[in-house]
Every structure is written in structure tokens, then in C-alpha cells.
């Protein structure tokens, strides 16, 4: 039965390349990040935190209009966005059409 056994080695080789590259992608953000931050530490620290505040605003307000943050959020989330636009809301009026048309 040992012949049989299949190996991890084995198994990595039969991953399809999408797979591959979805791991290769990832390897390479990680390293990009660990890149920008050691920069970002390096300046001046009020400057680093405007940045960090707007990167952080602006992807708030994506997950508020895309409705598609963390889990965890979306009670924080479900809060906030009756006061913004959403993607849903825009798409239904969208289909309504303009005032007036019949």
C-alpha cells in the first residue's frame, strides 16, 4: 500500500498554473508590503500618517459603496452607509430612467 501513498511533492505538481500564479501574486504583494512599510518608517511619522488615513478612507468608503467589507464590519458598515451612496442604489435608478420619460 505504500505505493499508492501520495506525497505532497506529488500533489503540488498536479496544482494547475492559475494556482501557481495566485500563490506567486501573493508571495509578491507580502513582499512589496514589508517593502513600503520599512519606507513608510523611514519618514517623516505625519506625513506616513496622512497616508495611512487616507488609504484607510478610502477603502472604507469602497466597502460602503461596493458593500463588500469584512464580516466583521458590516454591523459598523450597515450603520454608516444610509448616509453615502451605494452601487445598488445607483444601478436602480439607473433602471428607472430619467424624470419625465415614460
Do not use: H
Amino acid at each position: 500500500m505504500l505505493l499508492f501513498a501520495v506525497t505532497a511533492l506529488e500533489k503540488l505538481q498536479t496544482l494547475k498554473p492559475d494556482v501557481w500564479l495566485k500563490i506567486g501574486v501573493a508571495v509578491a504583494v507580502f513582499v512589496i508590503a514589508i517593502l513600503v512599510m520599512r519606507r513608510v518608517m523611514r519618514m517623516n511619522k505625519i506625513i506616513a500618517g496622512v497616508i495611512v488615513f487616507v488609504v484607510c478612507t478610502v477603502m472604507f468608503f469602497s466597502w460602503v459603496y461596493n458593500r463588500n467589507e469584512p464580516r466583521f464590519l458590516t454591523p459598523i458598515v450597515e450603520k454608516v452607509a444610509p448616509f453615502f451612496p451605494s452601487a445598488g442604489a445607483y444601478d436602480a435608478k439607473q433602471q428607472k430612467g430619467p424624470k419625465g420619460a415614460p
